[in-house]
């Protein structure tokens, strides 16, 4: 039984690959920008961001993530997202539609596989002759083939935060930046806390303290919420305020500063692609205490 389970597995993928290799000469790949033309058009237009990957596509089909639970209302918003023209707001995709030499051998044999079983299903969603923005923006290191392009996109990356008043919206155990100097560069920090996960069972309340601060026009909302915040840098992008969807980003720069060769856990940090790939039992290994981290912190809704 275990041998012919494995033979009809085998079947399935490779009728989906040459399946795929024949759909993809008849369509046309969605027009991604580069990572620098990405920051330099948020830069440029002051826009907000929210990004869109195999997990939200996912759960627009219906599927369970880690760290968010099969939500039809969610699934519903992002689909709205995604085929949304709304000024300010760039929609952002994974680069990986064509073109993978970039990116190391691990995430070619990913995005290849992905798009094998799901190229069809973001086609549905996409428009011809749209101009999208780089979902991996906050992807700046781990994915890369060479990575002495992090550094500079790093440098390019903080332009977008220079001398900003931030307010994190991020997951309890998140910590964007504590313990490491990436964004030494605000003005200001800030911090919202939510659920790490199903924050979306908490959507409408977020997103009501969020829209009840005073603000004033150097505020920058970065967004770590799975997501939640895809949907959530839309609303508030609606509602004029600068969002930029940027889960990750504190992550992959943790792994850049200490050369990671793999997605290793961050001591007190959220990682659940280090369960994913068996490196870690749980999402948060060990503890981390910073006084100034509590300090920022004006409203908790983790609870």
């Not at 993928?13 to 790949?29: F, G, Q, S």
């Not at 060990?286 to 908790?300: A, N, P, S």
Request: glycine letters at 6%.
């Amino acid at each position: 039984m275990n041998v012919l389970f494995k033979v009809k597995k085998r079947l399935c993928w490779e009728w989906h690959k040459w399946n795929d290799k024949i759909y993809r000469k008849m369509v046309t790949p969605p027009m991604v920008m580069t990572y620098e033309e990405c920051v330099n058009f948020v830069l440029s237009h002051r826009a907000s961001i929210s990004r869109f990957g195999d997990g939200e596509l996912g759960v627009i089909y219906g599927y369970t993530l880690g760290f968010q639970d099969k939500n039809e209302k969610l699934g519903t918003k992002l689909c709205q997202v995604l085929e949304m023209d709304a000024e300010n707001l760039l929609i952002c995709l994974p680069d990986t539609f064509q073109n993978l030499e970039r990116y190391n051998k691990v995430e070619q044999d990913f995005w290849n596989a992905h798009h094998y079983f799901n190229r069809r299903k973001w086609l549905r969603f996409l428009k011809n002759g749209k101009r999208y923005g780089n979902s991996f923006l906050s992807r700046f290191y781990s994915m890369e083939f060479n990575k002495e392009l992090s550094a500079n996109r790093i440098i390019l990356l903080k332009k977008l935060w220079n001398n900003r008043d931030i307010i994190f919206v991020e997951g309890k155990d998140t910590k964007m930046g504590v313990g490491n100097d990436l964004f030494d560069n605000a003005r200001s920090i800030r911090r919202i806390l939510c659920p790490s996960k199903d924050a979306f069972d908490k959507y409408d309340q977020i997103l009501d303290k969020v829209l009840e601060m005073s603000r004033n026009g150097n505020d920058l909302f970065i967004l770590a919420l799975g997501p939640t915040a895809t949907v959530m840098a839309a609303d508030l992008c609606k509602a004029g305020v600068q969002a930029l969807d940027m889960g990750h980003m504190d992550i992959e720069y943790e792994w850049f500063r200490m050369g990671a060769t793999r997605k290793v856990p961050i001591t007190g940090k959220f990682s659940n692609e280090a369960v994913i790939l068996g490196l870690a039992d749980r999402t948060v290994v060990g503890e981390l205490k910073d006084k100034v981290y509590q300090e920022q912190i004006i409203i908790d809704l983790s609870e």
